[in-house]
Nanobody
Framework: QVLLLESGGGSVQSGGSLRLSCIINNFKYSNQCWGWFRRAPGKEREGVALIESDGSTDYADSVKGRFTISQDNADNTLYLQMNSLKPEDTAMYYC????????????????????WGQGTQVTVSS
């Protein structure tokens, strides 16, 4: 059974930082696509960042320059370093993965990934 477990969420003040982690069990391939997504109350799911097996990345315009996605093959763990957090970053954050390559751009990527975590809440206060 494929399991993804996110951690690292919490409550921070505007300008603060958090590092999200996503441990992926029972799913490891040489060609994978990984992504971070978020859903704020009353809003649709948003693609935040993706990374491919060759290390290429893509970010939503709203987080470029502030967030960094990375992946550790040894631990099979996905990370999202979030700096300069803003109240509008408040959301439930989800990690997802599937066989690579990433088939769509960031905004449509979520529809193509079959394995998802349960989410971790990030709350940023002003």
């Amino acid at each position: 059974q494929v399991l993804l477990l996110e951690s690292g969420g919490g409550s921070v003040q505007s300008g603060g930082s958090l590092r999200l982690s996503c441990i992926i069990n029972n799913f490891k391939y040489s060609n994978q696509c990984w992504g971070w997504f978020r859903r704020a109350p009353g809003k649709e799911r948003e693609g935040v960042a993706l990374i491919e097996s060759d290390g290429s990345t893509d970010y939503a315009d709203s987080v470029k320059g502030r967030f960094t996605i990375s992946q550790d093959n040894a631990d099979n763990t996905l990370y999202l370093q979030m700096n300069s957090l803003k109240p509008e970053d408040t959301a439930m954050y989800y990690c997802a993965t599937d066989l690579g390559p990433c088939l769509r751009g960031l905004q449509a990527l979520g529809d193509t990934l079959n394995y998802w975590g349960q989410g971790t809440q990030v709350t940023v206060s002003s």
